[in-house]
């Protein structure tokens, strides 16, 4: 929207004034040490990114723009009639740090839905795909495409100013956005043999274009849904898997298309997104195995020999958090609200009573709690959306929103090249020999 662009034109001046003076403030501080386990160790605690959008606490969960989830289902514009936050108005909070007008909103749908059709030849690259290709690669493959047309690398040939980056990163930032939900569509339709797609309506929002192209739109609880699932997914501070491989391929200045679509491989891992299918999976083996109703103990059962087999409880752990992800949370009350009696949503919440106890007594996982993995696929089989190799197509959708607020903010603030030091574990004998 040129409103947004507007107000981002203001707040960059000030922002950049804003960075300089941090550094200049706190440049030159230590953020405490590095033991040389965090180079083995996956690199977590490490501080080593900037990422304006949200800051992730261990306790307490996300905060976007500082704000909790709570806050923002409370100040975010919504939908007539609706309760939860427009993904629209939450996407202007993570790159602006301001709450939007209902009308600001509205205008940011409106663009939206008018940036929404997708080029014919990535139309084609999807029809092409086997439906044995996994959804998360063919979605992939087609935001890979879309740098076909990006304003960015073109005006880089064209021998852009370094200080005007981010204009053209704002414009494919917004146009990556608008065409999400006609590849998400189409991908479902093709693979689960679900139609043809049909044509975004400019009137609606973004949420209820997404549904609608999913075949959900008539369905307003769904299409609430997809506003708070939209909305809590979006973004996890800059060090998860997707957020960080984003901010860094777009350091080398390829552009948003080829840097979300570097997310989006990230995401499509069983430890990361991929998460919320492999949940749904395990929990119709469950079922499968001990059938529905079980009680607690083949429950507990079935919990432990996940483990002594070798293999993870999906949904379950975190990397940075140490209590129960508010975006579990979230979307329980959305359940307890919605669909109280739903059978799945209750097995949710009975391993919910089951599985940190197993996981502490185990005494392995760090944190024993659900992250937001666990429970988003139980809301979707409800409405109908049972095919779980489509969930992380949800979740890449939802977080090309916080990818792209940091790079539209990385090329405004000039952020370098990410390149950082690796050593051999040779060096690091040679460096610490005798120490
Ligand atoms: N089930 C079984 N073992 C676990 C689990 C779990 N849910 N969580 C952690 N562990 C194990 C982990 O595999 C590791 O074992 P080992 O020492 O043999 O390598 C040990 O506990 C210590 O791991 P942590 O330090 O607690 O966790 P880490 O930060 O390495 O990994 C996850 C975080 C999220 C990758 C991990 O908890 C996990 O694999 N969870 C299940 C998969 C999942 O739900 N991922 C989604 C995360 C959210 N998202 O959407 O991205
Ligand atoms: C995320 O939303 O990215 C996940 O919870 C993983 C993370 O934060 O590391």
């Known amino acids: 929207s040129s409103a947004l662009k507007e107000r981002l034109a203001q ?38 990114l900037i990422w304006e959008g949200s800051v992730l606490d261990a306790d307490e969960g996300i905060r976007f723009r500082g704000k909790t989830i709570p806050e923002c289902q409370a100040l975010l514009p919504k939908a007539p009639g609706g309760s939860e936050p427009l993904p ?18 509205t205008d940011l749908s409106k663009d939206w839905a008018a940036r929404a059709a997708i080029p014919e030849f990535v139309e084609e690259i999807l029809d092409r795909c ?81 549904a609608t192209l999913l075949g959900f739109g008539e369905n307003d609880a769904f299409v609430e849904l997809l506003r708070l699932y939209i909305t809590i997914h979006s973004d996890h501070e800059g060090g998860n898997v997707s957020a960080h491989t984003g901010k860094l391929v777009g350091s080398a200045l390829s552009d948003p298309f080829l840097a979300f679509a570097a997310s989006l491989n990230g995401l499509a891992g069983p430890l990361h997104g991929l998460a919320n299918q492999e949940v749904l999976l395990w929990l119709n083996k469950m079922q499968e195995t001990i059938g529905r109703d079980a009680s607690d103990d083949a429950v507990k059962e079935y919990v432990w020999a996940t ?48 599985v940190p106890n197993i996981l502490l007594e185990a005494g392995k996982a760090k944190n024993p709690w659900p992250n937001v993995d666990a429970h988003s696929g139980a809301l979707l089989t409800h409405y109908g959306l049972t095919e779980m190799q489509f969930y992380t197509v949800l979740f890449g959708v939802s ?37």
Do not use: C
């Not at 922002?15 to 403030?25: D, G, H, Y």
């Not at 975004?200 to 929002?205: E, G, H, N, S």
């Not at 940075?320 to 209750?346: G, I, M, S, W």
């Open 307 to 354: 483990l002594k087999g070798g293999k993870v409880v999906p949904g379950y752990g975190h990397a940075v958090l140490r209590k129960t992800d508010p975006r579990y949370t979230a979307q329980r009350e959305f359940a307890l609200k919605h669909l109280p009696d739903d059978p799945l949503f209750k097995l949710v919440g009975q391993i919910y009573e089951i």
């Open 130 to 210: 086997p439906p044995t290709l996994h959804p998360m690669s063919q979605f992939s493959l087609a935001v890979t495409a879309l740098n076909h047309n990006s304003a960015f690398a073109q005006a880089y040939q064209n021998g852009i100013s370094k200080k005007e980056y981010w204009g053209p990163t704002f414009e494919d930032s917004m146009d990556l956005i608008a065409k999400l939900p006609n590849i998400a569509g189409r991908i479902y339709r093709n693979v689960f043999g679900k139609g043809k797609l049909p044509a975004i309506d400019p009137a609606k929002d973004y949420s209820a274009n997404l």
């Open 11 to 48: 707040l960059i001046p000030q922002e950049q004034e804003n960075v300089k003076q941090a550094r200049l403030e706190h440049g030159k501080k230590s953020f405490g040490p590095v033991v040389v386990d965090q180079l083995y160790g996956g690199m977590r605690g490490l501080p080593a």
């Open 399 to 435: 977080r090309a929103f916080g990818v792209v607020a940091q790079l539209i903010w990385d090329r405004a603030l000039g952020a370098p090249l990410e390149r950082p030091k690796s050593y051999s574990t040779e060096a690091i004998k040679k460096i610490f020999a005798g120490k």
């Open 88 to 105: 629209e108005a939450l996407f202007w909070l993570l790159l602006t740090g301001e709450i939007p007008t209902q009308e600001q909103a």
